[in-house]
């Protein structure tokens, strides 16, 4: 059961950062 919460946890989180990513870096900032 923990195993899969942190995979999708890790999974969460490469999401936001790919979103990052792809958001301008004045979007970013604010």
């Known amino acids: 059961n ?3 919460e ?3 946890k ?3 989180n490469i999401l ?3 979103i ?3 958001l301008p ?3 970013v900032k604010a």
């Open 10 to 12: 890790i999974n969460e």
């Open 6 to 8: 942190n995979r999708f």
């Open 16 to 18: 936001r950062y790919m």
């Open 20 to 22: 990052t990513l792809s």
């Open 25 to 27: 870096k004045a979007e």
């Open 2 to 4: 923990k195993e899969i």
